[in-house]
Protein backbone atom coordinates (compact mmCIF):
# COMPACT_ATOMS: atom_id res chain seq x y z
CA UNK A 1 0.00 0.00 0.00
CA UNK A 2 1.12 3.31 -0.74
CA UNK A 3 -0.07 6.82 0.71
CA UNK A 4 1.12 10.28 0.06
CA UNK A 5 3.00 12.10 2.95
CA UNK A 6 2.48 15.80 3.47
CA UNK A 7 5.70 15.40 4.87
CA UNK A 8 7.62 14.09 2.09
CA UNK A 9 5.82 15.14 -0.79
CA UNK A 10 5.72 12.10 -2.43
CA UNK A 11 4.20 8.62 -2.19
CA UNK A 12 5.63 6.16 -0.60
CA UNK A 13 5.12 2.35 0.84
CA UNK A 14 3.48 2.41 3.55
CA UNK A 15 4.81 0.27 6.66
CA UNK A 16 3.32 0.24 10.11
CA UNK A 17 5.62 1.29 13.43
CA UNK A 18 3.60 -2.42 14.75
CA UNK A 19 2.74 -4.74 12.31
CA UNK A 20 -1.02 -5.14 11.36
CA UNK A 21 -1.49 -2.03 13.79
CA UNK A 22 -2.08 1.39 13.00
CA UNK A 23 -2.37 4.29 15.23
CA UNK A 24 -4.06 7.40 13.36
CA UNK A 25 -4.44 10.67 14.75
CA UNK A 26 -6.78 13.44 12.91
CA UNK A 27 -7.83 16.75 14.36
CA UNK A 28 -11.22 17.03 15.10
CA UNK A 29 -13.77 20.06 15.14
CA UNK A 30 -14.23 23.26 17.66
CA UNK A 31 -17.03 22.84 19.04
CA UNK A 32 -18.85 26.31 18.80
CA UNK A 33 -21.52 26.04 15.84
CA UNK A 34 -23.03 23.21 13.52
CA UNK A 35 -19.87 21.32 11.34
CA UNK A 36 -19.93 22.98 7.59
CA UNK A 37 -19.19 20.98 4.36
CA UNK A 38 -15.42 21.52 4.90
CA UNK A 39 -15.41 19.15 8.05
CA UNK A 40 -18.14 17.14 6.28
CA UNK A 41 -14.88 16.48 4.15
CA UNK A 42 -12.52 15.66 6.69
CA UNK A 43 -15.35 13.54 8.36
CA UNK A 44 -15.85 11.20 5.63
CA UNK A 45 -12.73 11.32 3.80
CA UNK A 46 -10.90 9.62 6.79
CA UNK A 47 -13.89 7.24 7.85
CA UNK A 48 -13.47 5.91 4.33
CA UNK A 49 -9.46 5.55 5.16
CA UNK A 50 -10.42 3.98 8.26
CA UNK A 51 -12.78 1.92 6.66
CA UNK A 52 -10.76 0.29 4.21
CA UNK A 53 -7.68 0.22 6.22
CA UNK A 54 -9.82 -2.71 8.61
CA UNK A 55 -11.17 -3.72 5.76
CA UNK A 56 -7.35 -4.86 4.16
CA UNK A 57 -6.54 -6.48 7.80
CA UNK A 58 -5.49 -3.67 10.06
CA UNK A 59 -6.17 -2.79 13.70
CA UNK A 60 -6.60 0.78 13.11
CA UNK A 61 -6.99 2.66 16.35
CA UNK A 62 -8.53 6.10 14.94
CA UNK A 63 -8.17 8.97 17.55
CA UNK A 64 -10.30 12.36 16.49
CA UNK A 65 -10.30 14.78 19.15
CA UNK A 66 -12.83 17.34 20.13
CA UNK A 67 -11.63 21.01 21.14
CA UNK A 68 -13.64 22.16 23.72
CA UNK A 69 -11.95 25.11 25.18
CA UNK A 70 -10.95 28.29 22.43
CA UNK A 71 -11.67 31.68 22.34
CA UNK A 72 -14.42 31.14 19.39
CA UNK A 73 -15.91 29.10 22.28
CA UNK A 74 -15.73 31.34 25.13
CA UNK A 75 -16.52 34.64 22.52
CA UNK A 76 -19.83 32.59 21.43
CA UNK A 77 -20.82 31.58 25.40
CA UNK A 78 -20.56 34.96 26.32
CA UNK A 79 -22.51 36.14 23.17
CA UNK A 80 -25.34 33.80 23.91
CA UNK A 81 -25.30 34.47 28.04
CA UNK A 82 -24.53 30.69 28.57
CA UNK A 83 -21.27 28.79 29.84
CA UNK A 84 -18.93 27.35 27.90
CA UNK A 85 -19.59 23.87 28.80
CA UNK A 86 -23.16 24.04 27.75
CA UNK A 87 -22.32 25.39 24.59
CA UNK A 88 -19.66 22.61 23.97
CA UNK A 89 -22.41 20.08 24.92
CA UNK A 90 -24.87 21.29 22.43
CA UNK A 91 -22.78 21.12 19.55
CA UNK A 92 -20.87 18.64 20.14
CA UNK A 93 -24.16 16.38 19.79
CA UNK A 94 -25.02 17.80 16.92
CA UNK A 95 -21.92 17.28 15.05
CA UNK A 96 -22.51 13.38 16.06
CA UNK A 97 -26.11 13.65 14.54
CA UNK A 98 -24.49 15.31 11.65
CA UNK A 99 -21.66 12.36 11.07
CA UNK A 100 -24.19 9.72 12.29
CA UNK A 101 -26.41 11.17 9.64
CA UNK A 102 -23.40 10.87 6.41
CA UNK A 103 -22.90 7.33 7.30
CA UNK A 104 -19.25 8.25 9.43
CA UNK A 105 -18.29 5.49 11.75
CA UNK A 106 -17.31 7.00 15.70
CA UNK A 107 -13.35 7.04 16.05
CA UNK A 108 -12.16 4.76 18.20
CA UNK A 109 -10.99 7.20 20.77
CA UNK A 110 -12.80 11.01 20.85
CA UNK A 111 -10.61 12.86 23.69
CA UNK A 112 -11.53 16.17 24.85
CA UNK A 113 -9.13 19.02 25.35
CA UNK A 114 -10.29 19.87 29.11
CA UNK A 115 -10.23 15.92 29.83
CA UNK A 116 -6.35 16.40 29.61
CA UNK A 117 -5.09 19.60 31.70
CA UNK A 118 -2.68 17.49 33.25
CA UNK A 119 -0.95 15.97 30.75
CA UNK A 120 -1.28 19.67 28.68
CA UNK A 121 0.16 21.51 31.92
CA UNK A 122 3.00 18.58 32.10
CA UNK A 123 4.10 19.01 28.32
CA UNK A 124 4.48 23.05 28.82
CA UNK A 125 6.64 22.31 31.59
CA UNK A 126 8.89 19.76 29.88
CA UNK A 127 9.05 22.33 26.99
CA UNK A 128 10.11 24.93 29.58
CA UNK A 129 12.45 22.65 31.31
CA UNK A 130 14.04 21.77 27.99
CA UNK A 131 14.27 25.99 26.93
CA UNK A 132 12.35 25.24 24.19
CA UNK A 133 9.61 27.65 25.93
CA UNK A 134 9.31 30.04 28.32
CA UNK A 135 7.06 32.25 30.65
CA UNK A 136 6.11 35.36 30.59
CA UNK A 137 5.48 38.15 32.56
CA UNK A 138 1.23 38.45 31.80
CA UNK A 139 1.22 34.55 32.65
CA UNK A 140 1.22 33.57 28.92
CA UNK A 141 3.61 30.77 28.03
CA UNK A 142 5.25 31.18 24.94
CA UNK A 143 6.73 28.57 22.65
CA UNK A 144 10.71 29.37 21.26
CA UNK A 145 10.31 28.48 17.57
CA UNK A 146 13.76 29.49 16.49
CA UNK A 147 15.51 26.45 18.88
CA UNK A 148 13.57 24.09 17.10
CA UNK A 149 15.73 23.33 14.13
CA UNK A 150 13.58 21.90 12.13
CA UNK A 151 10.26 24.19 12.09
CA UNK A 152 8.95 24.46 8.34
CA UNK A 153 9.26 21.53 7.30
CA UNK A 154 5.63 19.95 6.91
CA UNK A 155 4.60 23.30 5.42
CA UNK A 156 7.82 24.06 3.69
CA UNK A 157 8.17 27.34 5.11
CA UNK A 158 12.11 28.97 5.93
CA UNK A 159 11.96 30.75 9.09
CA UNK A 160 14.02 33.47 8.02
CA UNK A 161 12.35 34.14 5.08
CA UNK A 162 9.03 34.44 6.77
CA UNK A 163 10.75 36.39 9.44
CA UNK A 164 11.87 38.90 6.33
CA UNK A 165 8.71 39.11 4.06
CA UNK A 166 6.03 38.84 7.47
CA UNK A 167 3.87 41.23 9.30
CA UNK A 168 3.25 40.00 12.24
CA UNK A 169 1.22 41.33 15.12
CA UNK A 170 3.65 42.97 18.03
CA UNK A 171 3.95 41.55 20.95
CA UNK A 172 6.45 43.07 23.98
CA UNK A 173 6.29 39.67 25.73
CA UNK A 174 7.09 37.44 23.11
CA UNK A 175 10.86 37.20 22.32
CA UNK A 176 10.76 36.70 18.53
CA UNK A 177 7.28 37.28 16.33
CA UNK A 178 7.01 33.92 15.72
CA UNK A 179 6.85 32.44 18.77
CA UNK A 180 3.51 30.66 19.50
CA UNK A 181 1.40 30.57 22.57
CA UNK A 182 1.50 26.66 24.81
CA UNK A 183 -0.28 28.41 27.83
CA UNK A 184 -2.46 31.78 27.96
CA UNK A 185 -3.29 33.26 31.52
CA UNK A 186 -7.19 33.94 31.92
CA UNK A 187 -8.70 37.29 31.79
CA UNK A 188 -11.27 37.93 34.16
CA UNK A 189 -14.85 35.60 33.92
CA UNK A 190 -13.10 33.25 31.50
CA UNK A 191 -12.90 29.70 32.01
CA UNK A 192 -9.46 28.70 33.31
CA UNK A 193 -7.16 26.09 35.20
CA UNK A 194 -4.73 26.33 37.97
CA UNK A 195 -1.15 25.71 36.66
CA UNK A 196 2.52 26.86 37.71
CA UNK A 197 2.18 29.90 35.77
CA UNK A 198 -1.26 31.02 37.12
CA UNK A 199 -4.93 30.39 36.20
CA UNK A 200 -4.87 30.32 32.19
CA UNK A 201 -6.25 28.08 29.79
CA UNK A 202 -4.13 25.87 27.21
CA UNK A 203 -3.23 27.13 23.61
CA UNK A 204 -4.86 25.29 20.48
CA UNK A 205 -1.25 23.40 18.95
CA UNK A 206 -0.56 22.05 22.47
CA UNK A 207 -3.89 20.60 22.78
CA UNK A 208 -3.32 18.30 19.97
CA UNK A 209 0.24 17.44 21.02
CA UNK A 210 -0.64 16.15 24.57
CA UNK A 211 -3.87 14.22 23.53
CA UNK A 212 -2.46 12.62 20.64
CA UNK A 213 0.57 11.58 22.88
CA UNK A 214 -1.85 9.87 25.82
CA UNK A 215 -4.08 8.47 23.55
CA UNK A 216 -1.20 7.15 20.71
CA UNK A 217 2.23 7.48 22.28
CA UNK A 218 5.30 9.66 21.52
CA UNK A 219 5.39 8.66 17.79
CA UNK A 220 2.38 7.08 15.65
CA UNK A 221 1.58 6.02 12.11
CA UNK A 222 -0.68 8.84 10.49
CA UNK A 223 -1.39 12.36 11.20
CA UNK A 224 -4.37 13.68 9.64
CA UNK A 225 -6.53 17.16 8.90
CA UNK A 226 -8.18 19.71 6.84
CA UNK A 227 -6.26 21.48 4.02
CA UNK A 228 -5.73 24.73 6.24
CA UNK A 229 -3.92 22.55 9.31
CA UNK A 230 -0.56 21.79 8.03
CA UNK A 231 0.85 25.84 8.88
CA UNK A 232 0.65 26.78 11.74
CA UNK A 233 -1.06 24.21 13.30
CA UNK A 234 0.82 20.89 12.77
CA UNK A 235 3.62 22.83 11.57
CA UNK A 236 3.79 23.45 15.44
CA UNK A 237 2.18 20.13 16.96
CA UNK A 238 5.57 18.87 15.58
CA UNK A 239 7.61 21.45 17.13
CA UNK A 240 5.99 21.06 20.45
CA UNK A 241 6.43 17.22 20.44
CA UNK A 242 9.64 16.40 18.99
CA UNK A 243 11.39 19.08 21.15
CA UNK A 244 9.33 17.85 24.32
CA UNK A 245 9.66 13.90 23.71
CA UNK A 246 13.32 13.78 21.86
CA UNK A 247 11.25 11.77 18.94
CA UNK A 248 9.79 11.97 16.03
CA UNK A 249 6.20 12.83 16.55
CA UNK A 250 4.50 11.58 13.09
CA UNK A 251 5.29 8.90 10.49
CA UNK A 252 2.77 9.87 7.44
CA UNK A 253 0.84 13.27 7.35
CA UNK A 254 -2.32 13.11 5.63
CA UNK A 255 -4.34 15.95 4.45
CA UNK A 256 -7.84 16.37 2.75
CA UNK A 257 -8.09 18.95 0.27
CA UNK A 258 -10.27 21.96 0.09
CA UNK A 259 -14.03 22.33 -0.82
CA UNK A 260 -15.12 25.29 -3.21
CA UNK A 261 -18.52 26.05 -3.80
CA UNK A 262 -19.60 27.44 -7.25
CA UNK A 263 -15.57 27.76 -8.08
CA UNK A 264 -14.66 30.05 -5.41
CA UNK A 265 -13.68 29.26 -1.98
CA UNK A 266 -15.97 28.84 0.59
CA UNK A 267 -16.77 31.42 3.28
CA UNK A 268 -19.27 32.88 5.24
CA UNK A 269 -18.26 36.95 3.94
CA UNK A 270 -18.95 35.37 0.28
CA UNK A 271 -22.44 34.18 1.91
CA UNK A 272 -21.30 30.75 -0.09
CA UNK A 273 -21.13 29.06 3.86
CA UNK A 274 -23.52 26.02 4.23
CA UNK A 275 -23.23 23.54 7.40
CA UNK A 276 -23.90 19.89 7.00
CA UNK A 277 -27.05 20.05 8.24
CA UNK A 278 -28.78 22.57 5.75
CA UNK A 279 -27.08 20.51 2.89
CA UNK A 280 -28.35 17.04 3.91
CA UNK A 281 -32.29 18.66 4.43
CA UNK A 282 -32.22 19.38 0.28
CA UNK A 283 -30.29 16.28 -0.68
CA UNK A 284 -30.26 12.67 0.28
CA UNK A 285 -27.51 11.81 2.73
CA UNK A 286 -25.57 9.34 1.31
CA UNK A 287 -25.98 11.04 -2.58
CA UNK A 288 -23.69 14.07 -0.41
CA UNK A 289 -21.53 10.92 0.80
CA UNK A 290 -20.92 10.22 -2.65
CA UNK A 291 -20.21 13.56 -3.69
CA UNK A 292 -17.34 13.74 -1.23
CA UNK A 293 -15.93 10.36 -1.90
CA UNK A 294 -16.34 10.49 -6.21
CA UNK A 295 -12.96 12.46 -5.72
CA UNK A 296 -9.36 11.78 -4.59
CA UNK A 297 -9.40 13.06 -1.04
CA UNK A 298 -6.59 14.83 -1.59
CA UNK A 299 -8.22 16.93 -4.38
CA UNK A 300 -10.02 20.43 -4.27
CA UNK A 301 -13.89 19.55 -4.78
CA UNK A 302 -16.57 21.90 -6.02
CA UNK A 303 -20.01 22.28 -4.12
CA UNK A 304 -22.99 23.14 -6.65
CA UNK A 305 -26.09 22.04 -7.79
CA UNK A 306 -24.67 20.23 -10.81
CA UNK A 307 -22.01 17.90 -8.57
CA UNK A 308 -25.03 16.90 -6.09
CA UNK A 309 -27.03 16.13 -9.23
CA UNK A 310 -23.98 13.93 -10.75
CA UNK A 311 -23.73 12.06 -7.58
CA UNK A 312 -27.35 11.54 -7.47
CA UNK A 313 -27.38 10.70 -10.99
CA UNK A 314 -24.30 8.32 -10.48
CA UNK A 315 -25.71 6.73 -7.07
CA UNK A 316 -29.17 6.45 -9.19
CA UNK A 317 -27.52 4.02 -11.64
CA UNK A 318 -25.73 1.51 -8.75
CA UNK A 319 -29.16 1.20 -7.33
CA UNK A 320 -31.23 0.64 -10.59
CA UNK A 321 -28.51 -2.01 -10.79
CA UNK A 322 -29.03 -3.49 -7.74
CA UNK A 323 -33.01 -3.07 -8.09
CA UNK A 324 -35.20 -6.19 -8.18
CA UNK A 325 -32.27 -8.79 -6.83
CA UNK A 326 -32.63 -11.33 -4.36
CA UNK A 327 -30.53 -11.66 -1.64
CA UNK A 328 -27.81 -14.43 -2.35
CA UNK A 329 -24.18 -15.27 -0.92
CA UNK A 330 -21.33 -14.40 -3.75
CA UNK A 331 -19.68 -17.82 -3.67
CA UNK A 332 -16.77 -17.84 -5.90
CA UNK A 333 -17.29 -15.15 -8.75
CA UNK A 334 -14.22 -16.09 -10.94
CA UNK A 335 -13.69 -12.21 -11.82
CA UNK A 336 -11.19 -9.55 -10.64
CA UNK A 337 -12.76 -6.83 -9.18
CA UNK A 338 -12.15 -7.54 -5.71
CA UNK A 339 -8.49 -7.35 -6.80
CA UNK A 340 -8.81 -4.28 -8.95
CA UNK A 341 -10.91 -2.63 -6.58
CA UNK A 342 -8.41 -3.11 -3.91
CA UNK A 343 -5.43 -2.23 -6.43
CA UNK A 344 -6.97 1.62 -6.53
CA UNK A 345 -7.66 1.58 -3.08
CA UNK A 346 -4.19 0.88 -1.97
CA UNK A 347 -2.84 3.48 -4.24
CA UNK A 348 -3.41 6.40 -1.58
CA UNK A 349 -6.93 5.43 -1.59
CA UNK A 350 -7.76 6.48 -4.89
CA UNK A 351 -11.72 5.96 -4.23
CA UNK A 352 -12.08 7.74 -8.38
CA UNK A 353 -10.41 4.48 -9.68
CA UNK A 354 -12.22 2.29 -6.99
CA UNK A 355 -15.69 3.24 -7.62
CA UNK A 356 -14.85 2.98 -11.77
CA UNK A 357 -14.70 -0.48 -11.47
CA UNK A 358 -17.49 -0.70 -8.71
CA UNK A 359 -19.38 0.99 -12.15
CA UNK A 360 -18.31 -1.77 -14.43
CA UNK A 361 -19.67 -4.45 -12.11
CA UNK A 362 -22.92 -2.40 -12.47
CA UNK A 363 -23.19 -2.39 -15.71
CA UNK A 364 -22.31 -5.98 -15.78
CA UNK A 365 -25.47 -6.44 -13.44
CA UNK A 366 -27.46 -4.49 -15.86
CA UNK A 367 -25.99 -6.72 -19.20
CA UNK A 368 -26.88 -10.24 -17.37
CA UNK A 369 -29.69 -9.73 -15.17
CA UNK A 370 -32.65 -10.53 -17.37
CA UNK A 371 -31.10 -13.68 -18.52
CA UNK A 372 -29.50 -14.79 -15.34
CA UNK A 373 -31.06 -13.36 -12.02
CA UNK A 374 -28.88 -15.55 -9.59
CA UNK A 375 -25.43 -14.52 -11.70
CA UNK A 376 -26.59 -11.19 -11.44
CA UNK A 377 -27.87 -11.30 -7.92
CA UNK A 378 -24.20 -12.90 -6.58
CA UNK A 379 -22.63 -10.26 -8.33
CA UNK A 380 -24.69 -7.70 -6.76
CA UNK A 381 -24.08 -8.81 -3.37
CA UNK A 382 -20.01 -8.43 -3.81
CA UNK A 383 -20.69 -5.08 -5.28
CA UNK A 384 -22.77 -4.19 -2.13
CA UNK A 385 -20.05 -5.69 -0.23
CA UNK A 386 -17.21 -3.65 -1.59
CA UNK A 387 -19.37 -0.39 -1.46
CA UNK A 388 -19.71 -0.98 2.04
CA UNK A 389 -16.19 -0.39 2.11
CA UNK A 390 -16.95 3.47 0.66
CA UNK A 391 -19.67 3.71 3.10
CA UNK A 392 -22.38 3.38 0.17
CA UNK A 393 -24.67 1.09 -1.28
CA UNK A 394 -26.23 0.17 1.87
CA UNK A 395 -29.83 1.13 1.34
CA UNK A 396 -32.72 -1.13 0.07
CA UNK A 397 -32.58 -0.33 -3.75
CA UNK A 398 -36.29 0.35 -3.83
CA UNK A 399 -35.99 3.01 -0.81
CA UNK A 400 -33.16 4.69 -2.16
CA UNK A 401 -34.96 5.55 -5.39
CA UNK A 402 -38.11 6.55 -4.61
CA UNK A 403 -37.04 8.54 -1.46
CA UNK A 404 -34.80 11.27 -0.68
CA UNK A 405 -34.37 14.02 1.66
CA UNK A 406 -36.14 17.39 0.16
CA UNK A 407 -38.09 15.29 -2.01
CA UNK A 408 -41.32 17.39 -2.88
CA UNK A 409 -43.87 16.37 -5.25
CA UNK A 410 -46.89 13.47 -5.38
CA UNK A 411 -46.38 10.69 -2.55
CA UNK A 412 -45.45 6.79 -3.17
CA UNK A 413 -49.53 6.12 -3.08
CA UNK A 414 -50.19 8.62 -5.67
CA UNK A 415 -47.52 7.85 -7.96
CA UNK A 416 -48.54 4.08 -7.45
CA UNK A 417 -52.14 4.79 -8.39
CA UNK A 418 -51.36 7.07 -11.45
CA UNK A 419 -49.09 3.76 -12.76
CA UNK A 420 -52.07 1.78 -12.48
CA UNK A 421 -54.35 4.11 -14.20
CA UNK A 422 -51.31 4.27 -17.09
CA UNK A 423 -51.40 0.30 -17.05
CA UNK A 424 -54.76 -0.12 -17.48
CA UNK A 425 -55.13 2.87 -20.63
CA UNK A 426 -52.28 0.97 -21.98
CA UNK A 427 -54.64 -2.14 -22.05
CA UNK A 428 -57.59 -0.21 -23.52
CA UNK A 429 -54.94 1.27 -25.81
CA UNK A 430 -55.55 4.20 -25.07
CA UNK A 431 -51.62 5.18 -25.77
CA UNK A 432 -52.45 8.84 -25.28
CA UNK A 433 -53.61 8.99 -22.03
CA UNK A 434 -50.46 6.33 -21.35
CA UNK A 435 -48.00 8.70 -22.11
CA UNK A 436 -49.90 11.96 -20.72
CA UNK A 437 -49.70 10.25 -17.27
CA UNK A 438 -45.87 9.53 -17.85
CA UNK A 439 -45.31 12.80 -19.04
CA UNK A 440 -46.87 14.24 -16.24
CA UNK A 441 -44.86 11.94 -13.70
CA UNK A 442 -41.77 13.10 -15.33
CA UNK A 443 -42.44 16.97 -15.13
CA UNK A 444 -42.29 16.47 -11.59
CA UNK A 445 -38.81 13.89 -11.58
CA UNK A 446 -40.64 10.74 -11.55
CA UNK A 447 -39.06 8.25 -13.79
CA UNK A 448 -40.95 5.30 -14.90
CA UNK A 449 -39.02 2.51 -16.11
CA UNK A 450 -40.97 -0.33 -18.14
CA UNK A 451 -39.76 -4.02 -17.70
CA UNK A 452 -41.33 -7.34 -18.38
CA UNK A 453 -41.76 -7.60 -14.69
CA UNK A 454 -43.76 -4.46 -14.78
CA UNK A 455 -43.51 -0.58 -14.26
CA UNK A 456 -41.30 0.38 -11.24
CA UNK A 457 -40.47 4.16 -10.70
CA UNK A 458 -37.38 6.12 -9.00
CA UNK A 459 -37.35 9.93 -8.19
CA UNK A 460 -34.58 11.58 -10.60
CA UNK A 461 -32.12 13.34 -8.91
Given at each position: ?8 R ?45 A ?7 V ?11 K?A ?36 T?H ?17 Y???N ?5 R ?9 L?N??L ?17 P ?19 W ?8 I??S ?7 G ?5 H?G????P??H ?12 G ?6 W ?27 D ?6 VR ?9 S ?6 E ?8 L???Y ?68 G ?14 G ?23 K ?24 R ?9
Amino acid sequence: MQIYNSLTREKAPFNPIEPGKIRMYVCGMTVYDYCHLGHARVLVAFDVITRYLRAAGYDVHYVRNITDVDDKIIKRANENGESCDSLTARFIDAMHEDEARLGVLPPSEEPRATAHMGQIIEMVQTLIDKGYAYAADNGDVYYRVAKFEGYGKLSNRNLEEMQAGARVEVNDQKENPFDFVLWKAAKPGEVSWPSPWGEGRPGWHIECSAMSKCCLGETFDIHGGGPDLPFPHHENEIAQSEAANGKPFVNTWMHAGAVRVNKEKMSKSLGNFFTIREILDKYDAEVVRYFLTMGHYRSQIDYSEESLKEARGALDRFYHALRGLPEVEEGELGNDVEQRFHAAMADDFNTAGALAVLFEQAREINRIKAEDVTGAARLAAQLKRLGGILGLLQQDPDAYLKGGAGQDGPQAEEIEALIVQRAEAKKARDFATADRIRDELKAQRIILDDSREGTTWRREG
